[in-house]
C-alpha cells in the first residue's frame, strides 16, 4: 500500500481505487460520491466506466473507512450495489476531488436504469422553482425516464431522446455543478428548454400546461375518454366511478372481461378503497411504483374489476398525475394501456392520433419520444414477499447476477407473455414485458427490441436457446439467427429459472404448474414434479393424462376440457350430468367433443393443472367460455370460501389421478353446494396433492429444496397456502421473487440452462 508522512500534520496518507459494480449509472451516483468525499476531506476522482464505476481515494485512513461505510449504507435509492472491490495504489497527491471524463473503451456494461418514479424534491420544485412552476417534465439525478429514452451507451444526453432539446442557460448550470441535485441528469429541462405537451380535442389544440390540466380534469369528471402519453407509451384514461364511461372504454378496447387498472390519488385514498398491508404499501410507494393486485374494500364501478373482488392498483408516478390529481375531483381514474386487443402499447404521437381517434374523446401527446415501450409493471404480495406478474416499467432493464457466464447467449422465451433474455458476461439481462407472439404487432415488437438489446447492450449472439415447441415463433426466430440452437423442455426452464434468482445449482424438487408447456413425449405437460438440477432433470410424476378436444380451442372454452375429464370418469353417462350442468352449451356441441374424443380427433393429451382449473371452474359454471387469457382460473379462485379447510379425496401412484375428486364435485353440485365451497375444497386438494407428492420424493431422496414455478402460481390462495405448509413441513422453498413465476420468467431458465450445458455442446 502507498503511504507517505504528511509533514505537515504527521496523518499517514492512504491511497485506494474503489471499483463498484451494480446499478450505479442515472441515479445520481457521482454526486453522491462527489458530495461524499467532499465531506471526509478526501481527494481523488470518481468516473464511469462501461463496466462499473471507479473511485480514487487519498486521505485519513479514518475518514476513509467512514467514506466507504457511508457509501454502503446510504447509496442513492435507485442504485443497487452488487460488488465493491477495494485495491490499494501508490499515492499521487492529488489536489482535489472531481467528476472526471466518463471512460468507455471495452464492451463490458453497466447497468441501465429502470424508469424511476418522480420525486419528493422535484415535486417540492414544482411549486417553487419558477423556471419550473408546475412543469410537467420535471425530473433530476434521482428521478425520471432512463430506460425508455435511452438509445445507446454511455448513458449521455447525446444518447437519448432529449438530444434534441437543448439546455438553457439555468438547467446547463445545474447540470454542470456537482453539488446540484441534478448534475448530469441527462433528461434535465424546464419551460424554457423542456419537452411539452399538447392536448387534442374537438379539433382544438392546448398547449398551456394549466389549461391542459383544467381540461383534462373536466373530460375526466363528466365522463369522456383521454388517451395519454406516458412514460413508456400511451395509456387510455377515464373516470373510475362511471360505469358508462368504463363499459365504453372497454368495448371500444376489445376487452371484454379483463380487469381495468386504477390509479389513486394517493396511498391514504387507496387505503379507503383496497385492503393494504405494510409490505403492499412498502411496494406501491417505491420508486417503481407497479401495479399492486389488491383485495377490495369499496367498489369501483362494476366494470373496472367486472367481477372480481381485487382491485389492480397504483399511484402516480409521473409529474403529470400528480398535477392531473391536485385538480381532479376524482380519487381515482381508470388508467390502462393505450393498446387494442392484444397488441402492443403504443408509443408514437401519429400512430396513437389515428387510432384512439374514434376511442378517447381527447387526445395527449408530448413531443419527448419513447424508445423503449414498457408497460406497467404488474405484482402482487404473498406471505410479506413481492411476486412479479408481469415485469416491464420500473424493473427492466435492471439484470439477475448469475454463478455463470452468460456471454453470447440469447433466450428466445416462450410464446406467451413473452420476455427474451440476452446473457453478458455473469448477467442475465432480460427484457420487458412482450406478450402475445402469435400477434402479428407483438411479433414485431418482439424483433424491434431484440435489435434495441444488441445495440444498447453491445450484444452478439453465438449460441440460442429456446422452447422446444416446434411452432413457437420465438422458436422460429432463433433458427433465423444461423447460430447454434438448444431447445429447452419448457418446465425444466421454468424451474431453472428460480434456481437462477436464487443461484442454486443443485438437485431440487421442481414444481412446474401451469397450463400448456411441450413435453418429452409431444403431449402437452402442465402438472409437472421433477428431480432437476440446472443441466437435467428427471420427470417423476405428473397429473394424468387427459384429451384436449379441439387442441388450443379449450383455453377459450373451458367447457370442453370438462367434457372431456367428465367422459374420461363417467363414459356414456356424461350427456346426462352435461345435460344438468352445462344449461348454456348446446347438446349437439357437446356431442361433437365426445365423437372427436372419441375419434381422437384433434385431441392431444395434457397433464396440465392449467385445464383442470378450466375444468372445476366450467362444472361449477363460474366460466364455461373466458373471455381473456386465463379467466376461469382467476374467477375460481376469486370466489374462494375460505373458510373452508376440507378437501376431496385424491389418488396417487405412477401418475396423480383425480377421478375420484371430479366425481365428488359432481356429486357436490347434485347436492346444491355453494361454488365458492367447491372451490375452496378443489384449491385445498390441489395444495395435498402436492404436499403427497413431495413429501414422498423427500423420503426416497433426502432433496428437501423445493422450486414452485409456472403460471398456477399467480393464484395467491395456492402459492400462500402451498408454501406455508411446506415450510411447517421442513422444506426449503424457493418461489420466484425478481422474475415473474408465470412464462415471463421462462427465458432466464433457457439462458442459465444454456449457460450450464454449452461447454458440452459440440458446436
Known sequence: MGIKENKNDEIYLHSILIIINGLVQG?????????????????????????????????????????????????????????????????????????????????????????????????????????????????????????????????????????????????????????????????????????????????????????????????????????????????????????????????????????????????????????????????LTSWRRPILILQAKKALADSVSNGFSTIGAMLPYLPFHYALFKKLKLPAIVLTSGNISDEPIIIENEKAIVTFNNIADAILINNRDIINRTDDSVCFVVNKKQRIIRRSRGFVPEPIYLKYNTEGIFAAGAELINTFAIGKQNQAIISQHIGDLKNYETYKFYEESFMRFKKLFRFEPNIAACDMHPDYLSTKFVHELKIPIIQIQHHHAHVAAVMAEYNLDEKVIGIALDGTGYGDDGNIWGGEFFICDLENYKRITHFDYVPMPGGDAVINEPWRMAVSYLYKIFGENTYDITRQIFKKIENKKIEIIINAIKKKINCPFTSSLGRLFDTVAAITGICTVSSFHAEAPMRLENCINKNINDQYPFEINDTININTMINSIIKDIKNNIHPSIISARFHNTIISVIFAVVNQIRFETGIHKIILSGGSFQNRYLLEKTEKKLLDEGFKVYIPEKIPVNDGGISLGQLIITAKRRNKICV
Open 27 to 283: 441515479v445520481g451516483f457521482r454526486p453522491f460520491i462527489y458530495k461524499l468525499a467532499h465531506s471526509y476531506g478526501l481527494k481523488g476522482w470518481v468516473k464511469n466506466t462501461t463496466g462499473n464505476v471507479l473511485i480514487r481515494l487519498e486521505g485519513n485512513k479514518n475518514n476513509i473507512d467512514k467514506f466507504i461505510v457511508s457509501l454502503k449504507l446510504n447509496s442513492p435509492k435507485a442504485s443497487i450495489i452488487n460488488e465493491i472491490k477495494i485495491e490499494n495504489k501508490i499515492i499521487e497527491h492529488f489536489t482535489d476531488f472531481s467528476i472526471i471524463k466518463s471512460d468507455y473503451t471495452n464492451e463490458n456494461i453497466t447497468q441501465v436504469c429502470p424508469d424511476i418514479a418522480v420525486c419528493d424534491e422535484c415535486l417540492e420544485d414544482m411549486e417553487s422553482q419558477l423556471h419550473r412552476h408546475e412543469y410537467l417534465f420535471i425530473n433530476c439525478t434521482n428521478c425520471g425516464p432512463r430506460f425508455t429514452i435511452i438509445e445507446n451507451l454511455p448513458y449521455d444526453r447525446e444518447q437519448t431522446t432529449m438530444k434534441k432539446f437543448k439546455m438553457c442557460d439555468i438547467c446547463k448550470s445545474e447540470y454542470e455543478n456537482p453539488f446540484d441535485r441534478r448534475f448530469h441528469a441527462q433528461p434535465v429541462a424546464c419551460i424554457n428548454c423542456g419537452p411539452s405537451y399538447t392536448l387534442y380535442t374537438n379539433n382544438k389544440e392546448i398547449n398551456e400546461s394549466k389549461l391542459i390540466i383544467k381540461k383534462c380534469c373536466e373530460l375526466l369528471e363528466n365522463g369522456y375518454i383521454i388517451a395519454i402519453k406516458g412514460l413508456g407509451g400511451f395509456h387510455l384514461a377515464c373516470n373510475a366511478f362511471d360505469e358508462e364511461a368504463v363499459k365504453r372504454l372497454r368495448n371500444s378496447k376489445m376487452r371484454d372481461g379483463k380487469p381495468f387498472a386504477a390509479m389513486f390519488s394517493s396511498v391514504e385514498i387507496l387505503n379507503e378503497y383496497a385492503y393494504l398491508s405494510t409490505h403492499e404499501i412498502e411496494l
